[in-house]
């Protein structure tokens, strides 16, 4: 069975410039998070969904940061404009609902900002 | 103010020495989850602890969830190089509530 499908693997864009990350959850799961991890703040959550709908999302920065949720097969984080401080992996993680707390990663975005 | 917080933070070890890693909070959480990550991976999930006092094996991993579910420790007997990797505890406060991940513990294994 496939995981969680992230592109691109790795971004590297420069500072002004729209960045796009996507994630595809595992079939059959409900929940969707991102996170992101950088050496000084671990991993953090950004927002997460339950059956499409964003059901909290406190942990996104800044009005620069934005995601969807068009469909239970796909979402997307969007960066505009990308700051070189938004440089970090950024995860997609899915499970089957909110109640269940297993989580399954994806491999992760790593994006660089110059 | 970090709602868990993991150590050590780095722990370089000998292959078959004993290790234990502890996660610790002030908060009670309904479950608690230990996850391995390994360079350019995402975490994955080891176990899931939810009953306080409960214990939980994996093969050499042995996970113990505290009395009153604010800590956990996660002990590894005979440590191999495999077992490298940074190792995340992240609790859930409610059923249906966000996991809050601890900073890790970093773990080297030398041959």
């Known amino acids: 069975d496939a995981g969680v499908i992230q592109s691109p693997r790795h971004e590297v864009t420069e500072m002004g410039q729209e960045v796009t990350l996507r994630c595809k959850p595992i079939?059959?799961?409900?929940?969707l998070f991102w996170y992101r991890q950088t050496m000084m703040r671990g991993l953090e959550l950004l927002i997460y969904f339950n059956n499409n709908v964003p059901i909290d999302d406190s942990g996104m920065p800044e009005d620069r940061f934005s995601a969807k949720m068009p469909n239970a097969s796909f979402s997307t984080l969007k960066i505009q404009p990308s700051e070189p401080r938004d440089s970090a992996v950024y995860f997609c993680?899915?499970?089957?609902?909110?109640?269940?707390?297993?989580?399954?990663f994806g491999p992760g975005t790593r994006l660089t900002v110059t | 103010t970090q709602l868990l917080e993991q150590s050590p933070q780095f722990l370089s070890i000998q292959e078959g020495e004993n290790l234990t890693v502890y996660c610790n909070s002030s908060?009670?959480?309904?479950?608690l989850q230990w996850y391995r990550q390994e360079p350019g991976e995402g975490p994955v999930l080891l176990v899931t602890v939810v009953t306080g006092g409960e214990v939980k094996k994996l093969k050499r991993l042995t996970f113990q969830f505290g009395d009153a579910r604010k800590d956990s420790s996660l002990h590894i007997t005979a440590a191999q190089p495999g077992d490298t990797g940074l190792y995340l505890c992240a609790g859930r406060r409610t059923n249906a509530g966000k996991s809050t991940f601890g900073d890790g513990t970093t773990l080297t294994v030398k041959p």
């Open positions: 908060s009670v959480f309904s479950s």
């Open positions: 993680a899915s499970s089957r609902d909110l109640g269940g707390s297993e989580q399954y």
């Open positions: 079939s059959g799961h409900n929940s």
